[in-house]
């Protein structure tokens, strides 16, 4: 009787929950919904993250200021977890004028990235108090980037993204656009990192196989005593 009664409570109130959710969200309430290049999630939210490129050959993307869906304006304010991971033509990103959230794996695997225009003067957070996806500069971006990549900001606020965690491990913070000279030099510091990086995967990747090889070793040796 008393689970019965429980159980009751616990339904009433759930369908209390879920009404008053959809009062204030009417029949804007979304959770996840393609739009252009890009697919955007909302959990009951004014705004959207983007979680995930719908072209892995893009070389240029624009991230949009918000994005419209059932008749209602979304502000674009975070790029999710590993949203761009694995576009390997990605050169240049632009992003949106609002101030901007970035999580883990957003860019990792993009060997050809040159450059971040961003126009906002106060740099995007690069998120570390997110419960799932937190991370610095070296969880969103390949530690080659730091050398690699040009990011364009604003006239005036160069030093403040020089000073702004993360974003101060770029070697290269202007505000203006970069020349061939430096996209060339870009190319090949991108190239040596790629293959720095794969090395130094590989190498862990023989010493893992090592380890295990050699503890098979010494079971088989166990075994024939």
């Given at each position: 009787?008393?689970?019965s009664?429980?159980?009751?409570?616990?339904?009433?109130?759930?369908?209390?929950?879920a009404?008053?959710?959809?009062?204030?969200?009417?029949?804007?309430?979304?959770?996840?919904?393609?739009?252009?290049?890009?697919?955007?999630?909302?959990?009951?939210?004014?705004?959207?993250?983007?979680?995930?490129?719908?072209?892995?050959?893009?070389?240029?993307?624009?991230?949009?200021?918000?994005?419209?869906?059932?008749?209602?304006?979304y502000?674009?304010?975070?790029?999710?977890?590993?949203?761009?991971?694995?576009?390997?033509?990605?050169?240049?990103?632009?992003?949106?004028?609002?101030?901007?959230?970035?999580?883990?794996?957003?860019?990792?695997?993009?060997?050809?990235?040159?450059v971040?225009?961003?126009?906002?003067?106060?740099?995007?957070?690069m998120?570390?108090?997110h419960?799932?996806?937190s991370?610095?500069?070296?969880?969103?971006?390949?530690?080659?980037?730091?050398?690699?990549?040009?990011?364009?900001?604003?006239?005036?606020?160069e030093?403040?993204?020089?000073?702004?965690?993360?974003?101060?491990n770029?070697?290269?913070?202007?505000?203006?656009?970069?020349?061939?000279?430096q996209?060339?030099?870009?190319?090949i510091?991108?190239?040596?990192?790629?293959?720095?990086?794969?090395?130094?995967?590989?190498r862990e990747?023989?010493?893992?196989?090592e380890?295990?090889?050699?503890?098979?070793?010494?079971?088989?040796?166990?075994?024939?005593?």
């Amino acid at each position: 009787m008393k689970n019965s009664i429980l159980l009751r409570r616990f339904i009433v109130t759930a369908f209390a929950v879920a009404l008053l959710s959809s009062m204030a969200w009417g029949d804007g309430r979304i959770a996840r919904f393609k739009q252009g290049l890009f697919l955007y999630s909302n959990w009951d939210a004014p705004h959207v993250t983007i979680d995930t490129c719908l072209d892995m050959t893009i070389t240029e993307l624009h991230i949009p200021n918000a994005v419209e869906h059932n008749g209602r304006s979304y502000p674009v304010i975070e790029i999710g977890h590993g949203a761009f991971h694995g576009c390997h033509n990605l050169v240049k990103v632009f992003f949106n004028e609002l101030s901007m959230g970035l999580l883990r794996d957003a860019f990792k695997d993009c060997p050809c990235l040159q450059v971040i225009v961003i126009p906002s003067s106060t740099p995007p957070k690069m998120k570390t108090n997110h419960p799932f996806y937190s991370g610095g500069f070296e969880d969103i971006f390949e530690p080659y980037h730091a050398e690699s990549v040009i990011v364009v900001v604003p006239p005036g606020s160069e030093e403040v993204y020089r000073n702004t965690f993360g974003w101060s491990n770029f070697r290269n913070i202007q505000s203006t656009m970069p020349t061939d000279d430096q996209l060339d030099q870009g190319v090949i510091k991108a190239r040596i990192g790629h293959l720095e990086l794969q090395i130094q995967q590989a190498r862990e990747q023989a010493n893992r196989l090592e380890r295990e090889l050699e503890v098979l070793r010494q079971l088989e040796q166990s075994g024939k005593k």
